[in-house]
Structure formats: C-alpha cells, structure tokens
C-alpha cells in the first residue's frame, strides 16, 4: 500500500522538503518535491498524487489557492495543509475548503508519521464507500433494467420488440403509468443496431417549455441570461443512438413544431444559435394519454402524431395480465432481500390471493412499491396477508383466524382465476386440475368473476 501511495511535498523552503521527502520515504511512500504552486500544478498535470502537503505561505500562488485549482483538478485528492504555529487559523480555513488536515511548524516525526497513517485510513474509507456506492447503484440499475416477461400479452410485447428493433422507425409506447413504458423502450435500444448508441431520455412533462426547449435542442452562449457556456441539446446526444421522448402529451403545440422539423431535416438550430446542427437518432416516444382524443380536442398535432406513431406498441395494464403478478412480486421480493439483507423465503397462499385480486391502479410500480414496504416490515419468513393488509382496507389482521380447508380452496381458485384473468383454461393448467373439474369446483363454491 505505502510503496505505491505517492505524495507531493509543495514547500518554497527547500530545508523543509527535503527534510519531509526523507521523513516519507523512510516510512515507503514514493515522495516528489516541489518549490511553488505553478510547479506543482504543471507536474499534476501529467500524474496525479495520492496525497499533497502544502504550504500555506508561499509567493506566488499561496497554499490556498493551489488547494482550490488541485481540488478541481482531482476532486478526491488528500491535502494536507502545512501552517507555521501562529496561522492554524488559516489550517482551520483550508479544511473548510476540503484540506484533510494540517501540519504545525516546526515537525514532530512522531505526528508525521500518524498523521499519515490517518490519511491513509481516511481515503481507504473513501474508496470503500464509493465501490460500495457504485455497486449499490448497479444494484438499483439491475432493478431498473431487468425486465420480467411472462404473461402472453407481455410475450407479445416482447416478440414486437425484437421484431422492430432493428428498424430506425420511431416508435410510441402507450400504456398507463407504471405499466413499464420507460422499461419496454430500454429493451428496443437493447435489440435495436444501435444497442452501443448512446440512450438519452427526457421526461417532457416535468419541464417548462422553455427549459425543455434547450433541454432537448441545446443553446449557444449568451442565447439567454444564464446562458453562460454554449451546451449540446439532447437531440445532439443522442446522435446515433435512441432518443426517448417520455410524456409527449405534455409537450406544447410550438414544441412538436420544431421536432417535427428537425425529425424531417435532421437537423436543427440550437436556441440562439444560426449554425445547423445534424443529428441522426432513432426516436421512441411514450404516454399514458389518449393522443387520437387529444387531437380530436385540438391538443395535439396530427402530423406530429403520425411522425412519431410509425410503429406502434401499447402495453397493457397489470390488471389485465393478473398472471404476471407472482412473477413480478418473486421478482422484487429478490431484490429487496437482497438490499435489506432480510431473510424471507416468498409469500404465503393468502398474501398472493390478496396480490392477484387487487386492481392495481398504478401498475407495476405500484407492486414494486408494495413487495418493498412489505420486506420492510416483515417479520417472519414469509411475506403473508399481515405485511399486505393496507392493500385491502377491510381487511382485519386480527381477525384473521386459521382458514378452513374450503376457504383457502375458494381463495386459491380466485386468486389463479384472477391471475389468468379468468381463462378456464389457462386457471386449471396452473391448479394441475383438469377444466372440467374446475367448472365443477367454481359452480359449487359459487365463484363469481368481480
Ligand atoms: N415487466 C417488468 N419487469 C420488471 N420490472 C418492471 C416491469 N414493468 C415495470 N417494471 C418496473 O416498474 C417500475 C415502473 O416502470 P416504468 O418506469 O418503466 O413505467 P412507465 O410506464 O414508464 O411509467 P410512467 O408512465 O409513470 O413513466 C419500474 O421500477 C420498472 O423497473
């Protein structure tokens, strides 16, 4: 660890760096010296350091301002500031400015020596901290992209994806919120050519038209007041690759104008700027809004809608694929095991009833939303009617006594009912019980689809 830890001494006073390069190298680190700020900056230029100690006092460029341009430069760099006695106000304001810590003239070896010990720690913490962040964000990213395919209808979806995914035609997903719009056109840039293209996403409802105007097509400097750098839009990120278009419903009238234009030419002006700027992309576009209504309402352009409408792709509600509802629940439930560490072995008979006969007004999300409130307050080893009980309000926990062998066989055959939303067939396929004897069972029992 040490003999490949690299420290830079930044001193005016010779005597001291060559006493603090001796002091280190003893210890095993690689030591370099240098006599003022514009020396040191120029060495980091072509590698960087682990640690930098710096002196406050030097002509020139002062040890603060040296701290500021290195902490641009190298955002996780280690400073160690070093102070003459009388200036540990200045240390204090150093750290402050993201110095790790000082160091007092005249030196104690002793101190030296832990100080860097210390160092060493803290930025061993550091690293530790972002791999497990990193790995946390993979985590959640694995959430976001893995995409349960089960049911028929969700097969079909997917057969349609593979089918257009080579296809640069624009394509608009329909389907309600949280049913996995933004999911589904992750999946078509995964099967499309251009799968190692960049994937630009922008959610048009949640921006003024202003802001979404240079959002999407980019500004030169000055186009505005704050207009400080001249910055790529995100029409220009997407150059060969997918650019998704979320909430288009939202977007005004002007703004389907100027897409529209620059979806025909391929091009487009940033905002204040005169110069074309080319861009090929293949755009997806998704809403959970009725377009064909809005434009009969005057809402929404037709020649826009057929622009992006070239293939189009309608994913349905959970509520009419209840089959999916175990598999994606499995699916969360893994995942936020996995994140909280807890020990749960999957759901009991009854709680996949409650999942399989609830509505689901919010989708997918919503279940993801349940399975990890759920986790969170389980406290056995299956997740069971108690940890799902806000998602019935009659229902009483405590009042839940044992179930009687025909109750739990009417609330099975429901909720597998339900989950194939109500196919005679498909319902007795997963009971293992011929169709037959299921109508049988549904008569005698009374079962009525809700
Ligand atoms: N088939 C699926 N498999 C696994 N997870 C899914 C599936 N469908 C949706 N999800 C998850 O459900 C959540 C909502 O999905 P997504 O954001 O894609 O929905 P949306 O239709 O784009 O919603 P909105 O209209 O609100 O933007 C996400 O966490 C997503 O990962």
Redesign the pocket.
């Known amino acids: 660890m040490r003999l490949s830890t690299r420290i830079m001494v930044v001193d005016d006073e010779e005597t001291i760096c060559e006493a603090l390069s001796a002091w280190f190298a003893k210890d095993g680190y690689q030591v370099e010296t240098a006599s003022s700020g514009f020396d040191a900056l120029a060495r980091v230029e072509d590698s960087a350091f682990d640690v930098y100690l710096l002196d406050i006092k030097m002509p020139g460029m002062d040890g603060i301002e040296l701290l500021s341009r290195l902490k641009e430069k190298q955002p996780d760099a280690m400073v160690i500031m070093i102070t003459a006695h009388g200036s540990i106000q200045t240390a204090v304001e150093a750290m402050k400015l993201g110095a790790s810590d000082y160091l007092c003239k005249p030196f104690d070896p002793d101190e030296l020596s832990l100080l860097m010990e210390r160092i060493m720690a803290t930025k061993a913490l550091k690293e530790e901290n972002l791999a497990l962040r990193e790995q946390l964000m993979d985590h959640q990213a694995s ?7 089960h049911s028929e209808p ?1 097969q079909k979806v997917f057969a349609t994806i593979k089918e257009i995914g080579p296809s640069l035609a624009p394509v608009l997903i329909t ?11 992750r999946a078509i840039q995964q099967q499309s050519l251009r799968s190692e293209g960049p994937f630009i996403a922008v ?1 048009c409802g949640a921006l003024t038209e202003s802001i979404l105007e240079s959002e999407l097509f980019g500004h030169e400097r000055g186009a505005f007041t704050g207009a400080v750098k001249t910055r790529r839009g995100r029409l220009e990120m997407a150059d060969n690759g997918t650019l998704f278009l ?2 288009i419903g939202e977007i005004s009238s002007k703004m389907q104008i100027s897409l529209l234009r620059a979806l025909e030419e391929k091009q487009f002006l940033r905002v204040g700027g005169s110069q074309p700027v080319k861009s090929e992309f293949r755009l997806i576009s ?1 809403t ?1 809004q009725n377009l064909p209504r809005l434009i009969r309402e005057h809402r929404f352009r037709e020649d826009f809608f057929y622009r992006i409408n070239v293939i189009s792709l309608q ?1 349905p509600p959970l509520r009419e694929r209840l089959e ?1 509802v175990p598999v ?1 629940a499995d ?2 439930l893994k995942h936020y095991v996995e994140e909280t560490g807890k020990f749960l072995e999957g759901f009991t008979q009854r709680a996949i009833g409650m999942l399989t006969a609830y509505r689901w007004p919010g ?3 919503e ?2 939303n349940v399975i990890e409130r759920a986790v969170v307050i389980a406290r056995g080893r299956m997740i069971g009617a108690r940890e799902l009980t806000f998602l019935n309000p009659e229902a009483d926990v405590c009042n839940m006594g044992p179930l009687t062998l025909r109750d739990m066989e009417i609330n099975h055959i429901h909720a597998a009912l339900a989950a194939c939303n109500w196919n005679i067939s498909r319902a007795a396929k997963q009971l293992g019980i011929d169709r037959s004897t299921l109508r049988r069972k549904i008569k005698r029992h009374q079962i009525n689809r809700p």
Not at 175 to 185: F, I
């Open positions: 959430l976001h992209h893995a995409m349960v395919i969700m389907g309600e919120t949280g049913v996995g719009k933004d999911l589904v056109a959610n979320d909430e998704a959970h994913i999916d994606l699916h969360f989708n997918v999300r279940l993801r």
